[in-house]
């Protein structure tokens, strides 16, 4: 069996990517998890995209939708783009030149297959919160893409440790609670992009500008 691999949000951050993806060297077997939010606010996006694209070609690659994904698929479907401009949309759009036509197929094909949540043995991992009480088949899109931690939430009932991003930690660590790991470490503001290899809870971490470190949970919480 491979490793089960989970990053956070990589917004637009080709070089931090680049350079995790250098030292996990991905095998077939590998599971690789993306939370959600590889696009937007960063300066790559296009390139972060076209790197996941590769990284499904070598692994098993599931991709969890963030609310920016799911702005940038509402776009693409007819909606206006305000509101994705205005929240780093312009960062994907310049990312393509200006124009959301020059998209090409292999990305929107990978835009299209993610999911709303993914699940193994140990672990769930989402986008952003859960509403508490709820199954996770009938979790909310709001609460799945858009609802910040609280640095409240009980553990889920499972007895699985939930791992989500969209919250940034601007610490640039990752937040670890009761069953919850956050690994949105701010990446694109100058911060880390954080995955987590969950077979050992081993963090590693790279920087937009070349920056890498890595440590476990144990040294994280100690």
């Given at each position: ?72 698929l509402d ?14 949309g312009a ?76 919250t940034g ?54």
């Amino acid at each position: 069996m491979g490793r089960l691999i989970v990053v956070g949000d990589i917004h637009g951050c080709d070089v931090a990517l680049r350079t995790l993806l250098d030292r996990l060297q991905l095998q077939p077997a590998d599971q690789f998890v993306v939370l959600g939010d590889a696009i937007d606010r960063g300066p790559q996006s296009s390139e972060v995209l076209e790197l996941l694209v590769q990284v499904a070609d070598s692994c098993q690659l599931t991709f969890v939708l963030g609310n920016h994904e799911e702005m940038l698929l509402d776009i693409l479907a007819g909606d206006r783009p305000d509101r994705w401009l205005q929240h780093g949309g312009a960062a994907t759009l310049d990312s393509y030149g200006g124009d959301l036509a020059a998209i090409p197929e292999r990305h929107l094909k990978l835009l299209g297959s993610a999911v709303d949540y993914w699940e193994s043995p140990s672990t769930i991992c989402i986008h952003a919160n859960l509403e508490p009480g709820v199954a996770l088949a009938d979790q909310s899109h709001d609460w799945l893409r858009w609802q910040r931690l609280t640095g409240m939430e009980y553990p889920h009932p499972s007895g699985k440790m939930v791992l989500c991003g969209h919250t940034g930690q601007r610490s640039g660590l990752p937040m670890v609670g009761d069953g919850w790991i956050c690994l949105d470490t701010l990446a694109y503001a100058g911060k880390f992009l954080t995955c987590l290899v969950v077979d050992s809870w081993r963090f590693l971490q790279a920087s937009q500008i070349g920056g890498y470190r890595e440590f476990s949970l144990n040294e994280l919480i100690a």
